[in-house]
């Protein structure tokens, strides 16, 4: 080849070596009509010459006492242009694949990223695939090519996510429920499962929070993982599928008068359901088999995490007359329902609230609760530290964890679960509908 390199960048400054013969006497080197910034022959064969600047294609020329010749033609190209870089942004640990998309990369010589000097591939003069060092913080990404230096694209090291909590932290296996994980790192958030299964959907509400609606799933706990463009993090038996029982109770069930139970019903250890009929089941009943003792577990598992919450205030009382936005509520011992509770959700429809009670729930004869602004029963919860007691003809709302017994007096309304560990329910002209 005449000259090497035949390509060279728009502003010149380029070494180009003129391979020929008799240079020797060699008066002037041009590039087009410019003269070569300099040129050194070097023998007889060889010219040693910088290019000015220039554009497009032009004849490169040597002049000696013997006349002018034409050595062969010198492309000027453009800088190249970087306009993306797919994705814009990784782990610190580096080692994943970028894409570079641009013009004039068909030259490619070297790719930084910052300061550090990459290994890439050349797809097209358009297209770069780069493997992404380790590093830290946003970086310049540069591009050479015969053209020039590229420059204002920039890649952004991220930090890994982290999963601290899922609010609830349990809800039905048929999933379809709302729940916030909350965290750090999120605002690059590509994908979020739970127990394996992408979720529904999901929202990133901010950087430390994500909402996202449950898939379905199978009954006991299940890991949270968040994957972002910083890596992925799993929380490990961070939620909890739990059966779908309406009423269950650790000894027996005993049912008075026409009560209605949509949901499962289930005992376990204990065997003993009686009064249905009269009372109907709107779903499936279980004694003592493998889908009550699973139940069983479940309740364990949302009452210890419901128990070990970190309260955001405290009550004591008669809740009745109050009205409470989203939050842990903690009472050391019992508490009371006379009137009307008010939980206010204000528009948020992820808002939940967990009722810490060390000792007995009691309801009064006609007590209800009232939920506004997007306030939902399957998002409230109430952990009893002993036993429940609901007042004739109250309208209850939430889940009941109770620690050990349930009464639910004569045509009290459950909006949600009446769940007992260790010991009965006790049912009297009831309705209770299962809250998903």
Known sequence: MPLSPN???????????????NFTGTTDVRFGSRKA???????????????????????VTVTTPGGTGVLGTFYYLPPPSIRLVTPSAGSKTGGNTVTLTGIGLYTTRQVFFGTQLVVFVVVS???????????????????T?????????????????????????SGPVG??????????AFSRTTGVTIGGTP??????????????????????????????LGGTTTAIDAYTYLSGFAVLAGQTITNTGPSVVTGDLGVSPGTAITGFPPGQVNGATHAADAAALQAQADLTTAYDSAAGRTPTAGVSGDLGGLTLTPGVYNASSSIALTGTLTLDAQGNPNAVWVFQVGSTLTTASASSMLLVNGAASRNVTWQIGSSATLGTNSTFMGSILALTSITLTTGVTVNGQALARNGSVTMDTNTITWAT
């Not at 999933?175 to 750090?184: A, K, M």
């Not at 999901?202 to 799933?217: K, L």
């Open 7 to 21: 390509q060279g960048s728009t502003g010149g400054g380029d070494e180009v070596i003129i391979s020929g013969h």
């Open 37 to 59: 910034v300099g040129f050194t022959v070097v023998n007889n064969t060889t010219i040693d010459a910088i290019t000015p600047a220039g554009s497009g294609a032009v004849q």
């Open 125 to 143: 003069d358009n297209e770069l695939t780069v493997t992404v060092p380790a590093a830290a913080g946003p970086v310049a990404v540069t591009v």
């Open 145 to 169: 090519t015969r053209g020039g230096v590229s420059s204002g694209a920039v890649y952004t090291y991220l930090d890994a996510p982290s999963v601290t909590g899922v609010t609830p932290a």
């Open 175 to 184: 999933g379809g429920n709302l729940v916030v994980i909350t965290g750090t």
């Open 199 to 228: 979720v529904i959907s999901y929202r990133i509400a901010s950087d430390t929070e994500i909402d996202a609606v449950v898939p379905a799933g199978t009954p006991g706990s299940a890991d949270v993982s968040v994957t972002t």
